[in-house]
C-alpha cells in the first residue's frame, strides 16, 4: 500500500454547544515516514487548539 496524504483532524468542544475543527493534511513524498508525519499533524493541531500558556510570573510587590 502506498500513502500518498496524511489528514489529522480534532474539533475542541468549546462549552455552551460551540466546538472548534481543525484539520490539516500533509502530502508525502518517498523519503517521508507516514508514522512520523501523523505525529507531526497531531502536534501541530493540538499546538493550536490547546495553546499552552506560559505561568505567571511574580511581579516586584507581590507579597507571597
Same mark, same amino acid.
Given at each position: ?5 496524511? =489528514?489529522?483532524? +480534532? ?13 490539516? =493534511? ?15 499533524? +497531531? ?13 505567571? =510570573? ?7
Amino acid at each position: 500500500m502506498k500513502i500518498e496524504t496524511i =489528514t489529522y483532524k +480534532r474539533v475542541k468542544n468549546l462549552g455552551n454547544f460551540q466546538s472548534e475543527t481543525m484539520e490539516v =493534511t500533509a502530502a508525502l513524498d518517498q523519503y517521508d515516514e507516514p508514522d512520523q508525519v501523523s505525529e507531526q499533524l +497531531r502536534k501541530l493541531v493540538k499546538s493550536q487548539l490547546f495553546p499552552q500558556t506560559p505561568a505567571p =510570573t511574580p511581579s516586584e510587590g507581590d507579597d507571597f
